[in-house]
T-cell receptor, first 113, second 112 residues
Framework: KAGVTQTPRYLIKTRGQQVTLSCSPI?????VSWYQQTPGQGLQFLFE???????NKGNFPGRFSGRQFSNSRSEMNVSTLELGDSALYLC????????????FGQGTRLTVV | KQEVTQIPAALSVPEGENLVLNCSFT??????LQWFRQDPGKGLTSLLL?????REQTSGRLNASLDKSSGRSTLYIAASQPGDSATYLC???????????FGTGTRLQVFP
């Protein structure tokens, strides 16, 4: 079966712009989580959605937001981009939140110039 | 606050060696522990999931153990190969914060 699909794979944006990233989970999975990975901070949790509801949020500014649709696909949006937002953004899906195995997509590499 | 530590940070070994990667966590209130592999610039590939009630899981040349009471997990890689070269990450599903919390990883290089 198809894995977790993230689009686009690469993005280059200018400071001040906004960006939307997309994640399609494995069919049947209802939980989608987002992570930011940087060399200095490692993997940091952004937020988690389950059945279209945000269940948890990490310590990121309000410029970072997300949503989940009825088909479980999720988007995350970053507004007013800063240079420090340059990172690999990873999406994970699981069947039932934290008690089941998490599967990750290939990520979106965002570069802010 | 749950903290996950992985030792060593980096490891370089010749092909054929058996390896042990270590992961420790500070709070035993976890749902499960998962080991991942990450190749440079890529996403994470799930290797093994150990539920909190389990002691170990095996997949091919990989064996992971979990001692929840002492806050430790080990990933054993038998007969290492150059294709095993990657960063290995462990993560715990934290029961208090309802988050998947990652360690900083072990960068493994297996040379021919």
């Amino acid at each position: 079966k198809a894995g977790v699909t993230q689009t686009p794979r690469y993005l280059i944006k200018t400071r001040g712009q906004q960006v939307t990233l997309s994640c399609s989970p494995i069919s049947g999975h209802r939980s989608v989580s987002w992570y930011q990975q940087t060399p200095g901070q490692g993997l940091q949790f952004l937020f988690e959605y389950f059945s279209e509801t945000q269940r948890n949020k990490g310590n990121f500014p309000g410029r970072f937001s997300g949503r989940q649709f009825s088909n479980s696909r999720s988007e995350m949006n970053v507004s007013t981009l800063e240079l420090g937002d340059s990172a690999l953004y990873l999406c994970a899906s699981s069947l039932n939140r934290l008690t089941t195995e998490a599967f990750f997509g290939q990520g979106t590499r965002l570069t802010v110039v | 606050k749950q903290e996950v530590t992985q030792i060593p940070a980096a490891l370089s070994v010749p092909e054929g060696e058996n390896l042990v990667l270590n992961c420790s966590f500070t709070d035993s209130a976890i749902y499960n522990l998962q080991w991942f592999r990450q190749d440079p610039g890529k996403g994470l590939t799930s290797l093994l999931l150990i539920q909190s009630s389990q002691r170990e899981q095996t997949s091919g040349r990989l064996n992971a153990s979990l001692d929840k009471s002492s806050g430790r997990s080990t990933l054993y890689i038998a007969a290492s190969q150059p294709g095993d070269s990657a960063t290995y990450l462990c993560a715990v599903s934290d029961g208090n914060t309802d988050k998947l919390i990652f360690g900083t990883g072990t960068r493994l290089q297996v040379f021919p």
